[in-house]
């Protein structure tokens, strides 16, 4: 199946009120970080369904659809991504990896890094040297900074915490409040598995996490815990140091 059949395929299942929905939902507007996207309209079930008819797609033609205009269809190509990359063998997961990463400019949204960074970068790099992810995360673009502390989601199933928290510390001042969330969530997974482990790590950096990192990291804890947490003087998204 080439791109262009595939794309006409995903065209038929749009629906213009959900897309109206989605340009709201995912922050579309001027000046919003999803800004000029575009959609179809196609609920994530029906994509993951549609994925499911189409069992081999050559990279070449998922790259087609990764560069498309239509956040979903970019979904769609990510979804094939992620299942081609599970029964891949070595060679074809690198040449996964590297296509990938040479275009992380159409992995631009929350969604389509969240469906797929660890999953496929996570996952190549689980055994190789991190360093990728210490580069994304310095970049200037918010997807690749995501990009790089969601890889780390394949290392913590894995009960390997170091490089979440390294990049937790190296983009914990960063402005985006994206980045607060996926940090908190980051660290709340964390302790799902070593509670004692993010416990160490809150004690040292809580007073200087920003207030939404700090809240999604606590999330599971007791109310009493939660609120000792917050008593603190922290940063909002300005810099500005509030009590809570």
């Not at 299942?13 to 000046?31: C, H, M, N, W």
């Amino acid at each position: 199946m080439n791109s262009k059949k595939l794309i006409k395929i995903l065209r038929s299942l749009g629906d213009p009120v959900i897309a109206e929905q989605s340009q709201r939902y995912f922050k579309t507007g001027k000046g919003e970080y999803g800004e000029g996207d575009r959609f179809l309209g196609i609920r994530v079930p029906v994509l993951r369904a549609e994925v499911k008819k189409h069992p081999s797609v050559p990279l070449h033609e998922i790259q087609q659809l990764l560069t498309s205009l239509f956040h979903e269809i970019r979904l769609f190509a990510l979804l094939l991504l992620v299942r081609e990359f599970s029964k891949s063998s070595d060679e074809e997961k690198t040449a996964i990896y590297k296509l990938y990463l040479s275009n992380t400019q159409y992995i631009n949204n929350w969604d389509l890094v969240d469906s797929s960074a660890h999953r496929i970068i996570g996952a190549y790099l689980e055994d190789k040297d991190k360093k990728i992810l210490y580069k994304l995360a310095k970049s200037d673009n918010l997807w690749e900074r995501r990009i790089a502390i969601l890889s780390c989601f394949h290392f913590i199933g894995n009960n390997q915490f170091k490089d979440a928290l390294k990049l937790a510390t190296l983009l914990m001042n960063d402005k985006a409040d994206l980045m607060h969330k996926a940090i908190g969530w980051m660290l709340r997974e964390i302790g799902k598995r070593d509670l004692a482990t993010e416990e160490a790590f809150l004690l040292k950096h809580h007073s200087n996490m920003p207030r939404t990192m700090l809240r999604y990291a606590i999330e599971r804890f007791p109310e009493r815990k939660r609120k000792d947490y917050m008593k603190i003087m922290r940063p909002d998204s300005n810099g500005t140091y509030l009590r809570l």
